[in-house]
């Protein structure tokens, strides 16, 4: 499956004897992520659904990636039976890429209940993308029970406290953080004390012409507090940021696309591989959106990014599986 | 030597135990049999219902998680704690101390509940 062009997901029956053709049509929204192209310093966002229709010089830049996003692995009801399938339908949509993007982002909820074989089933579908190198941060169902140590095991390995890191690619300075941990009764996302120390440290010794890209499972503005989407103290992390001529913010945890500047900073929130959850307020609760066959796969995303060395913003676009 | 430590110390939870259910008895027995539906809080649409649920002394509440997402049910003040409840799996836990009780799902905090023991 995982080398095989998009195109051809749509006509594969075989395997587990489940009609993959009928299942991923009904499930159009299914395994979506973001292609992000950093452009003139500009990170721009694409929904995997909609590369076919990006020309070349809108697909190229000097740092590409992906982000994928929630696959909630384990989760097996009716908004979607098969989060496998929709996530080795985004893994398909990422190896069409014409030009292999250099790493993967995953902002959270890899697994939907912690467990060691849901954890393995991502890692094992994901092994079958081109690009090699996944960077994750937790979602907060990829740390119950435990803490997050299982996570930190199989993920966090150089990280700092409960799995935060930096690392440079090309110019450009990514920074994944955590705020799914001690959350407090009727509040949103956290990131503590000792987490936005260290970002402070961090980001102190760069230019402020360094691209700067923040990812993290809960997003990191205010999208809607009412249902948790949002994160009490990111108002300081972005305070640390401010100097900085581009920065872009990328989150999961929302199922939905959003996108929002602020100043310098843009932020985007990915689709899920897995199942849509509503606009907020337009349902009693957050919880698995069921929506009409025809519309799913314009509901689910992959977001790539891609990178122009030398200028100075970026640019984002969230795209679709349709 | 550790068995006879830990047997006093049954010993000892007993007669509190006694003692307490002792004085309450009848209002117990009473408000168990009138309140029996309100002994169990159901988890619907991210929210605890009833939000607010008051129970006598010794009653045992039943959390049931009927949504299509896991949650947990957490004690503000670490006196409970459940593991993770996907759909359908529950969580119960007795009050033998009057009080009032805070908790929430530790994975949507924006959930929240209390249980008043009286």
């Known amino acids: 499956m995982g080398s095989k062009r998009k195109d051809e997901i749509l006509h594969d029956h075989n395997h587990d004897g489940i009609d993959r053709r009928g299942f991923l049509k009904c499930m159009a929204w299914a395994g979506t992520g973001a292609f992000c192209v950093m452009q003139g310093g500009v990170l721009k966002s694409y929904s995997l659904s909609r590369l076919p229709k990006l020309g070349p010089k809108e697909a190229m830049g000097e740092l590409s990636f992906v982000q994928i996003s929630d696959s909630h692995m384990g989760f097996n009801k009716p908004a979607n039976p098969d989060v496998a399938g929709t996530l080795k339908a985004a893994v398909d949509k990422i190896n069409s890429l014409s030009a292999a993007p250099e790493f993967m982002l995953h902002t959270g909820d890899i697994s939907h209940l912690s467990k060691p074989e849901e954890f393995d089933t991502v ?31 199989r993920y966090g390995k150089g990280s700092k406290g409960n799995g935060w890191y930096s690392f440079d690619k090309k110019g450009v300075h990514f920074v994944g953080l955590v705020n799914v941990m001690n959350l407090k009764a ?53 305070a640390y940021l401010k100097k900085f001529g581009s920065v872009t913010v990328l989150n999961g945890h929302i199922h939905q696309t959003m996108q929002k500047v602020e100043g310098n900073v843009t932020f985007h929130t990915a689709a899920s591989t897995a199942f849509p959850q509503p606009q907020p307020g337009t349902a009693d609760s957050p919880g698995p959106m069921k929506v009409p066959a025809e519309q799913l796969k314009s509901v689910l995303g992959i977001t790539d990014v891609n990178y122009v060395q030398g200028q100075h913003a970026l640019a984002v676009v969230d795209s679709s599986l349709a | 030597m550790r068995r006879s430590v830990s047997i006093a110390g049954l010993a000892a939870t007993l007669v509190l135990g006694m003692g307490a259910l002792g004085a309450d008895q009848k209002s117990f027995v009473v408000s168990a049999q009138q309140k029996q539906e309100a002994m169990e809080v159901k988890i619907d649409n991210f929210s605890f219902g009833p939000a607010a649920l008051t129970v006598p002394v010794g009653t045992t509440v039943t959390w049931t998680n009927r949504d299509d997402i896991p949650h947990t049910v957490v004690s503000t003040d670490g006196v409970f704690k459940s593991k993770v409840l996907d759909t359908d799996e529950k969580f119960s836990f007795t009050f033998s101390k009057a009080g009032t009780f805070p908790y929430f799902c530790s994975i949507h905090p924006k959930m929240t509940g209390k249980v008043i023991v009286q």
């Not at chain 1, 803490?147 to 095991?153: A, I, R």
């Not at chain 1, 987490?195 to 809607?224: G, M, R």
Request: proline share 6%; no cysteine.
């Open chain 1, 123 to 153: 890692d094992q579908i994901l092994k079958s993308a081109t690009p090699k190198d996944v960077f994750y941060v937790p979602g907060e169902h990829d740390v119950l029970n435990d803490d997050g140590k299982q996570f930190q095991e």
């Open chain 1, 186 to 238: 009727g509040g949103l996302g956290t990131l503590g004390h000792e987490q936005l120390e260290w970002l402070e440290d961090d980001v102190k010794h760069l230019k402020h012409s360094t691209p700067i890209v923040v990812f993290a499972h809960i997003p990191l503005w205010s999208v809607y507090p009412e249902w948790g989407w949002g994160t009490e103290d990111s108002a300081q992390a972005l």
